[in-house]
Every structure is written in C-alpha cells, then in structure tokens.
C-alpha cells in the first residue's frame, strides 16, 4: 500500500512539474491573446461601394472603440474600399486532364487620408492565398470548403486592414 501511494505521488508531483514546465515554456515565448488594437483615432469615415467584407470591419473597428461616422466632416480618418476580387486559378492537373488543386485568391483595393489632409494616401492591395485539393467526386464538399477558404481570406483582410489602420498616426502626433 505504501508503494502504491508513493508512486501516484511521484506521477502527480511529475505531471505537476510538466504543467509548470509548459507554463513558463508558453509564457517565455511571447504569447499574448489578441486585444483591441491600438487605434489613433476614434472616428471612421467608410466611403465606396459596398463590399463582402462591409459589416465584418464595421463591427470589429466597434469592438476596437471606433465610430463608423455617416458624414465625412465627423471623421478623423476617411477610408476608401476601392475593390475586391475573387479570383480562382488551376494549380494541377490529373494525368487524365482533371483538376487536381486550386488557387483561392482574394484582392481587396483600399486607401485612407486624414480628415485634415486633401490629399488620398497610396492605393494599398491586400492579398489573401489559399490552396485546396479538388475532386469531382467530392462536388458538394469541396464547394463548401471553397466557401469557408474565401470566408476565412475575408476575416484575414479585415484584420490586415486593422493593423495598416493601427500604423496610422496622425499629423499631430507624429513631429
């Protein structure tokens, strides 16, 4: 008996020594969740069309503690969502000429100018890239995960496009 519980003991003093091995381990590296990113200004101005990705960044520049503002004369920054696209590319080739692997490309066109400046910023391309096998037997799956790869590319650029806004410091702040 005393054996017994002298070995769960040492396997519970050694599974305790892991767990804090692996804690220092995660911690050592850098790893943070992510938070609200650092936004120099509190107020939005969204110009052009519509696009797939509208609603997702207003609501994650809200989550971030920004104002999506309807009059350009309210904002602080104004941003211009030129374009999006699709676009899907071949990749391989079966030795009988079916298609093997695709390419998911996804292009969003934007630029930005501080509400003080009469001059537009650089147009900026953010790029997403996505490689899926393919099967004709497989149609209705691979459809779907088609949709959740061009899904998954949008989150992607609304959160580069968050980052680019977090670089962003205005005029007064930057001498």
């Known amino acids: 008996m005393q054996n017994a519980l ?12 892991i767990v ?6 995660l911690s050592a590296c850098g790893f943070q969740l992510r938070g609200a990113a650092d936004l120099a200004f509190k107020t939005l101005y969204i110009q ?7 609603r997702d960044l207003a609501r994650n520049l809200k989550t971030n503690g920004v104002q999506v503002v309807e009059n ?3 904002a602080e920054l104004l941003l211009e969502l030129l ?7 071949i990749l391989s080739l079966s030795g009988g000429g079916l298609v093997r692997e695709f390419e998911l490309i ?20 953010l790029r997403g890239r996505r490689d899926f096998s393919y099967s004709d037997s497989a149609l209705l799956g691979k459809a779907e995960e088609e949709a959740r790869l061009n899904a998954d590319m949008r989150t992607d650029a609304v959160r580069e496009l968050l980052r680019r806004l977090t670089a962003i410091k205005p005029a007064a702040t930057q001498q």
């Open 106 to 125: 996804y292009l969003l066109n934007f630029r930005v100018r501080e509400a003080s400046s009469p001059t537009w910023g650089p147009v900026q391309t």
């Open 72 to 74: 350009a004369e309210d």
């Open 48 to 54: 052009g069309g519509k696009l797939t990705i509208s």
């Open 20 to 25: 804090m091995l692996l804690t220092l381990a």
């Open 6 to 17: 002298s070995l769960v003991n040492a396997r519970r003093k050694t599974v305790i020594s």
């Open 83 to 89: 374009s999006e696209s699709n676009q899907k590319r």
